[in-house]
């Protein structure tokens, strides 16, 4: 019946990633401090910041690559110091674009098929189901007609494609992605951007996307998550980008006109 309660999904406010007062650092240095935020199941969520504001950071730790100096992170419902925790396996992670080698010997379906060793632990070897789900992960991303094409001959919006069907191989709850748009032309920009939120919307993914672009982003996401060491802001679109918050946070860094926020810093540094 329409309407009834049981038609709503059990996990529709289930916070799936929660941090709790957590700080994280490395060698005397705290790149993110205090953070408290629950982000739901099913949430679309993008995360700005200036360089080095913590993004990277906050990429780490929901990976579960680096445990909190103080406070809690509970990720699904696990709060476990194990960084390689089973339920990492449930995160599929696009990491920043690197230059493919046109002449490394790697084929599209090759390339997809290694999201499913994340899945398997290591001693299984893949067989034909995790051939199926690598060639649905690709159907997903409409790329199943490239799949014994070499990875480095592909564009670069083609090679995003791959890497973000690689990640759907893993059957993903939480779908996480690092600056996905970089080094791409403004087109295909745009045409990532909506497949994240097709695969969003068509899969009942819950999305992490942590960009510089907030004007891509803007229309898309449920909510913004503004970081600059601490969390500055956390909320809807509208309520995150007010002037009054972006001059704290970019400083004189941002230019605001009519429609579009501008940033002005360096996208193309590497860590």
């Known amino acids: 019946m329409e309407g009834m309660p049981d038609s709503v999904p059990t996990d529709s406010h289930e916070p799936i990633i929660r941090f709790d007062h957590a700080s994280f650092g490395f060698s005397g240095v705290i790149a993110l401090k205090d953070i ?16 080095g504001s913590g993004k990277t950071t906050l990429c780490r730790a929901v990976l579960g690559l680096m445990a909190p100096i103080e406070g809690h992170l509970h990720i699904f419902d696990c709060a476990c110091d194990k960084l390689r925790c089973h339920h990492r396996a449930k995160i599929g992670y696009l990491p920043q674009k690197g230059v493919v080698d046109r002449n490394f010997p790697v084929t599209v379906l090759e390339t997809v098929m290694m999201g499913r060793y994340g899945a398997l632990g290591l001693f299984r070897r893949p067989g034909a189901n995790d051939r199926e789900i690598a060639m649905a992960a690709l159907a997903h991303v409409s790329m199943e007609g ?3 094409t070499a990875l480095g001959h592909l564009s670069g919006g083609q090679q995003q494609r791959v890497f ?11 779908l996480l992605l690092d600056e996905p748009t970089t080094g791409l032309d403004i087109t295909t920009q745009h045409n990532v951007i909506e497949l994240v939120q097709h695969l969003h919307e ?3 993914l819950t999305v992490l996307l942590i960009t510089h672009d907030i004007n891509m ?6 909510r913004l998550v503004l970081l600059k060491t ?9 309520d995150v980008l007010k002037p009054d918050i972006l001059s704290a946070v970019y400083g004189k860094d941002l230019v605001i006109t009519d429609k579009d926020l501008v940033i002005v810093e360096d996208y193309h540094h590497h860590h």
């Open 36 to 51: 408290s935020l629950s982000i739901d199941a099913g949430e679309f969520v993008g995360v700005i910041g200036p360089n």
């Open 146 to 148: 490239h799949k014994d």
């Open 164 to 174: 973000i069907a690689r990640a759907l191989a893993q059957q993903p709850k939480v």
């Open 202 to 204: 068509e899969l009942k």
């Open 217 to 222: 982003i803007r229309s898309r996401v449920d």
């Open 230 to 238: 601490r969390l500055y802001a956390a909320g809807p679109p509208a």
